[in-house]
């Protein structure tokens, strides 16, 4: 039973992947990262580890994502501040 | 091989291809954050003995049989660590990312020519 | 063209480097003689059920002074690489967030900074710890940012509480050497009884400091990144 959970858990992890990956809007790409995350934690979960899933939802899809986010949004920030 | 390794390296192998591959600044963070997923992955997975539970100590696991039912805590402390300069790392890139569109204003790594001949 | 087939190559050879690691994880049935160890002597030794915590704060409590140095050192690199070089004033109006979030927010923030000095507190007993409940506490405050763009965090008052949370934290290393056994040994307060809050020696204190201080450092990235002034 685990095994399946943890079977469809990567699959969809690894889908997320390459949709990071190959995506054209940066947007899409930040919140499949997050999205990696998420499942990641819930399999450590299913691993026996709760402080590495707690430590993992917390860092990799909240705080990765936020920070991701800060940065492209001074990056158009900059961009429209020399453009415009 | 359990199928949690097997994960971690997939995942491994993606973003090591997406590091080398796309030419957006944000994109190669990104694939470094998935390679560091992966990795953690595969940490936790070495730790795993099937049937038991998580290594602390209360009603449910007493101290006399943790020895028999715990799995092991070495691992998880390890990726704990890794999971925080992860955060740290990709957080000082990012803002490395800034601070060159700032400088040149393109996020195209190919704009980026100071070190070539 | 011929660079993409050489990345080919590069990532099949790490594939096959990864190979032999893959094959040599097998689904184990013991634990393995350190972790043997670290199970039965911790709970006597050190006084903590969470195995894990004991782990990490004192029988590989090196490497989280390394950790806490390296996110120290990545704080003050984003600090330095962002800073602006003169008092703007007066910022473009932003519109205001909306009302949702800001009620949200007002009753949200104290319950989200009081379950995470919950969790670094009870590192010992529970899963979580100082990394946990310091992260939880820079969320508390992502979330106080985004409702109100106009809050501005006293740059003094965080700088103190991480410099003297680190300082306090090494201190306490020093006084393990002095008081007991060696470096970062948490015997020099009393143990206690298994599963009481108040056991495990120094280890809620030293986690405690090292919630404050993740905590802070992360506050004081997120703050940087966020500024109106480029």
Redesign the interface.
């Known amino acids: 039973m685990t095994?399946i959970i943890?079977?469809v858990l990567?699959f969809i992890?690894?889908v997320a992947?390459?949709l990071?990956?190959y995506s054209q809007k940066?947007l899409t790409?930040?919140i499949a990262?997050g999205v990696?995350?998420l499942l990641?934690s819930l399999?450590?979960l299913l691993?026996?580890?709760?402080?590495?899933a707690?430590?993992?939802a917390?860092?990799?899809s909240?705080?990765?994502t936020?920070?991701?986010l800060?940065?492209?949004?001074?990056?158009r920030?900059?961009?429209g501040?020399?453009h415009g | 091989m359990s199928?949690?390794s097997i994960?971690g390296a997939?995942?491994i192998l993606?973003?090591l291809?997406?590091m080398l591959t796309?030419t957006?600044i944000?994109?190669i963070?990104?694939?470094f954050?998935?390679l560091d997923?992966g990795i953690?992955?595969i940490i936790?997975?070495i730790?795993?003995i099937s049937g038991?539970?998580?290594?602390?100590l209360d009603r449910a696991v007493s101290q006399a049989d943790a020895l028999r039912r715990v799995?092991d805590p070495i691992?998880?402390a390890l990726?704990?660590t890794a999971?925080?300069i992860?955060?740290a790392i990709?957080?000082l890139m990012?803002?490395y990312?800034?601070r060159m569109?700032?400088s040149r204003?393109s996020?195209n790594i190919n704009d980026y020519e100071d070190l070539k001949w | 063209m011929v660079k993409r087939f050489l990345m080919l190559v590069l990532l099949i050879s790490f594939a096959l480097m990864i190979l032999p690691l893959l094959r040599e994880i097998r689904p184990a049935t013991e634990l393995p003689p350190l972790a043997q160890k670290y199970v039965q002597d911790g709970p006597d030794e050190l006084g903590a059920a969470?195995l894990?915590?004991a782990v990490v704060v004192t029988y590989r409590g090196l490497d989280t002074l390394g950790e806490v140095a390296v996110l120290f050192i990545a704080t003050a690199g984003v600090g330095f690489l962002l800073r602006r070089k003169e008092k703007k004033l007066g910022s473009s109006p932003k519109r205001p967030a909306s009302e949702i979030l800001q009620t949200g927010t007002d009753f949200l923030m104290p319950l989200i900074f009081l379950f995470g000095v919950y969790i670094f507190v009870h590192g010992h007993l529970t899963?979580?710890?100082g990394?946990?409940g310091g992260?939880?506490i820079?969320?508390g405050m992502?979330l106080l940012f985004l409702s109100n763009s106009a809050t501005r965090i006293n740059h003094t008052v965080l700088h103190f509480v991480e410099s003297l949370s680190g300082a306090f934290y090494v201190g306490l290393c020093v006084l393990g050497l002095i008081l007991a056994a060696g470096f970062l040994d948490n015997r020099f307060l009393p143990l206690g009884k298994l599963g009481s809050l108040f056991s495990g020696g120094a280890i809620p204190i030293i986690y405690s400091l090292i919630g404050l201080k993740v905590g802070s450092e992360?506050v004081g990235?997120?703050e940087n990144?966020?500024r109106n002034d480029?």
Do not use: C
């Open positions: 095994i943890i079977s990567g992890m690894v992947a390459v990071a990956i940066l790409a930040i990262t990696i995350s990641a399999v450590y691993l026996a580890a709760p402080d590495v707690m430590t993992e917390a860092i990799g909240g705080l990765t936020v920070v991701f800060l940065a492209l949004n001074r990056i920030r900059n961009q501040g020399s | 199928i949690v994960l997939l995942l993606i973003g291809w997406g796309q957006n944000i994109k963070i990104i694939g954050s998935i997923t953690h992955l936790v997975s730790g795993y038991r539970t998580a290594p602390i799995v691992p998880s990726v704990l999971i925080v992860g955060l990709t957080a990012l803002v990312a800034v569109h700032k204003g996020l | 969470n894990v915590t899963p979580g710890g990394f946990q992260v939880m820079a969320s992502l992360l990235i997120l990144l966020r480029s």
